[in-house]
């Protein structure tokens, strides 16, 4: 389980890197962390700076391991597609493809 209870991000790699190796997170929902994680879908997320939601997300994980590998496998299905080296070397090709045709 991999934990993230930030207040401000930005790219967070610490955590796309534990989503890579299908751990299960636990993440405040601040915009950040909302923009790659899906609540129950990808991870879990908590009320930024509420240390009782925390708690609660925590033990879901803690007392559920059906949850934890589902989030786990979700989460590194988000890496590969999102952030995977196929998806970056095209978004890097259609911005040089922009410029060029601008």
């Given amino acids: ?8 991000e ?5 955590l796309l890197e534990k989503m ?14 909302k923009s790659i994680i899906t ?3 990808n991870g879990l997320l908590f009320k930024c ?10 033990n879901l ?7 934890r590998d589902s989030l786990g496998k979700e989460a590194r ?7 995977g080296q196929g998806n970056t070397a095209s978004i890097h090709e259609q911005f040089y493809f922009d ?3 601008s």
């Fill in 10 to 14: 930005g790219l967070p790699l610490s």
């Fill in 61 to 67: 994980l803690i007392e559920n391991k059906n949850l």
């Fill in 77 to 83: 299905v988000t890496i590969l597609e999102k952030y």
């Fill in 39 to 41: 609540h129950t879908k």
């Fill in 20 to 33: 890579a190796m299908e751990l299960p997170i636990a993440a405040s929902d601040i915009d950040e962390i």
């Fill in 49 to 58: 700076g509420n240390a009782e939601d925390l708690a609660e997300k925590l």
């Fill in 1 to 8: 389980i991999a934990v993230f209870p930030s207040y401000k």
């Fill in 99 to 101: 410029i060029l045709n």
